[in-house]
């Protein structure tokens, strides 16, 4: 089974730049969650889907990050315009569907590291 | 809010050897999910343990351990054998049983960097 795909795995931008990431959960994986994790951080979490709905985008800073889930599987996030402070490593990860007893493991991508400069 | 707190940014241990990784939370919540995942440099992260706050009994896998103390909001992590392929960040996580709202997603702690010896 393949696992979480996120790409690119690195990137470079200029400060005021846009930039992409994306990200394929794993098959089946209805609840998708993008995190960002700051060097010598764990992870904070930027939003969280189930299926096409951000249930979850308390922590989006919204004036310059956005995303989208169309049909239900890959997900983008977005910079623009990229700050110097948006360098971190961004996560994906899915989980499966909710159901009674389950624990609702969440499973990694390997990371986007953004580095602005 | 819930909190996760890892007081130790650094450990390390000799091969084979025994180590133990220190983690608080707080909490007002009796029912929720505790977790353990490795992070190797440069690669992504995976679940090592995780615990049902309901279980009295402790959650091993393999060389892994935990001594969860519900009370005291304590979860610390066991690794015996320590081999050099342990070397890795490792975070504690928690979760809320309730999945609605924000209560669904998992709050971690900053990490401790564990380093193994040869």
């Known amino acids: 089974e393949a696992g979480v795909v996120q790409s690119p795995r690195y990137k470079i931008i200029e400060k005021k730049q846009p930039v992409a990431f994306w990200c394929n959960p794993i098959s089946g994986h209805n609840t998708l969650y993008w995190y960002r994790q700051n060097l010598g951080q764990g992870p904070e979490l930027l939003i969280r889907?189930?299926?096409?709905?951000?249930?979850?985008d308390s922590q989006l800073p919204k004036d310059r990050f956005s995303a989208e889930r169309l049909k239900g599987v890959d997900s983008t996030l977005k910079i623009q315009p990229a700050e110097l402070g948006d360098s971190a490593v961004y996560l994906c990860?899915?989980?499966?569907?909710?159901?009674?007893?389950?624990?609702?493991?969440?499973?990694f991508g390997p990371g986007t590291r953004l580095t602005v400069t | 809010a819930q909190t996760v707190t890892q007081s130790q940014p650094e450990m390390s241990v000799q091969e084979a050897e025994t180590v133990t990784l220190s983690c608080t939370y707080d909490t007002s919540e009796s029912d929720y999910y505790l977790f353990w995942y490795k992070q190797p440099p440069s690669r992504q992260m995976i679940l090592v343990i995780r615990q049902e706050a309901y279980k009295q009994q402790n959650a091993t896998e393999n060389r892994f351990s935990v001594n969860f103390q519900k009370a005291a909001k304590s979860f610390s992590l066991k690794i015996s054998d320590s081999q050099l392929g342990d070397a890795a960040m490792y975070f504690c996580a928690y979760r809320s049983a309730d999945y609605g709202g924000s209560q669904g997603n998992l709050i971690f702690g900053k990490g401790t960097k564990l380093s193994v010896k040869p």
């Open positions: 990860a899915s989980s499966p569907d909710r159901q009674s007893g389950a624990t609702y493991e969440q499973y």
């Open positions: 889907y189930e299926n096409e709905e951000a249930v979850d």
